[in-house]
């Protein structure tokens, strides 16, 4: 394991030194283009414009001002040095020049002017930019793209920087998504294996005590004990259920069979499976619904009714039958609540499906509950806890639109 994630790094080091010599090559290919002929250049097809300057014998003659920019001018040397035509020559541009003046600035500058020369039958082609325009050494370079050179570089550097990190980070979290795959499908064939552990055993038992609750020839405190013993054999088969969908939901591994939903039906249907399970025996239950009907939502029905019978549940394992529970629902704003009320649950405060676990790996609130606000997460919505008297809790969920 250890060499393959080590030829993992190295390959991830290489492609990432690739990325760079390739964005740097692109780099360089793409500011040599923006400042050459594909781009803008300070240089003048110099035979072109000399051939656009010609003599009829008397004077010069000259067709090619389009070639040259505002700011440039042109002038013509004859054989001894001296001006005999000129374009838009400044001023402190001399008229005659000697020998190593004209080998001098053909190099270099003409009074500082960056100048072009071609040599012709007839003399020498100069044509000047402004001062300062053109910077000219051993190569000439237009002022503005030197002053550019370090943004460019500096740039193209932090599109590499940027390209490898980038996949540096795509790796990374792949392969942790990957491992974290492998971790989520090993725990959930645990605890898949342990239910199905628990599960055989717990019906053998849960079938036994049915059978000793309805023999006629056993005491009543026999019996008693036996319907305990079926009602906790019951309690636990929940809490595998809970602890099996939990685990899926964390995992995201459990798919919503979104549906249109008309909550006030969907309320009435799990108040009357509640009440025919025989759940609801000794406490007075009400349900609390608005006159106007109550917006339709789109959610996933088993899921939707695992939570309002986990708290209705709640509310019956931890108070005294002669305790009132009301389950209702009501529109607030883009929200529909959903929500359950009855007696009081110590210890119980606002919580969503990111609480932190207790040291031994049950939920901070009971398993029951944590399962209500990961069904409410997955729909989008929240729960929302509150102690006092009576215990309250709500479903918030998002109306459909």
Known sequence: MKLRSLLKGAMLVAVSALLIVAVTLLGLVAFIYYNSNGGRDWNIPMEK??????????????????????????????????VVWSLRKPD?????????????????????????CRVREDGVL??????????????????????????????????????????AWVVLRRWFRQEQQVRDAARSDWINGVSHDIRTPLSVVM????????????????????SAIRAQSQMIRDLVNDLNLTMRLDCEMQALRKEPLQPAAFLR????????????SGFDFEIDLP????????????????????????????????????????????ELILWVEGGTMAGTVQMD??????????????????????????????AEFHNGT????????????
């Open 92 to 116: 402190d541009v001399p008229e005659r020049y000697t020998v190593s003046e004209v080998a001098s600035f053909t190099r270099w500058y003409l009074s500082d002017y960056p100048v072009q």
């Open 207 to 226: 079938g036994y005590a049915a059978q000793l609750e309805e023999a006629p020839d056993l005491a009543q405190e026999h019996k008693r004990q036996a």
């Open 291 to 334: 006159d106007t009907p109550l917006p339709e939502i789109k959610a996933d029905p088993f899921l939707l009714r695992r939570a309002v019978n986990n708290l209705l549940i709640n509310c019956v394992r931890h108070n005294t039958p002669d305790c009132s529970i009301c389950l209702g629902g009501r529109e607030e704003g883009k």
């Open 269 to 280: 249907q799990t108040a009357a499976d509640f009440l025919n399970g025989g759940m609801g």
């Open 353 to 382: 499906s990111s609480q932190p676990s207790e040291p031994d790996g049950g939920a901070a609130h009971g398993t029951g509950l944590r399962l209500v606000a990961q069904i409410a997460a997955a729909h989008g919505g929240k």
């Open 126 to 167: 100069v044509v000047g930019s402004p001062k300062g325009s053109v910077w000219k050494h051993d190569i000439a370079m237009d002022t503005q793209a030197l002053l550019q050179t370090p943004i460019w570089f500096l740039g193209f550097f932090l599109l590499a920087l940027g390209s490898v990190l980038g996949l």
């Open 49 to 82: 414009l000399s051939s656009t300057l010609l003599w009829d014998g008397t004077a010069y003659s000259f067709t090619g001002d389009e070639l040259l920019e505002k700011d440039q001018w042109a002038i013509l040397l004859d054989q001894e040095g001296q």
């Open 390 to 401: 009576p215990y309250r809790c709500e479903l918030r969920l998002p109306v459909k639109e």
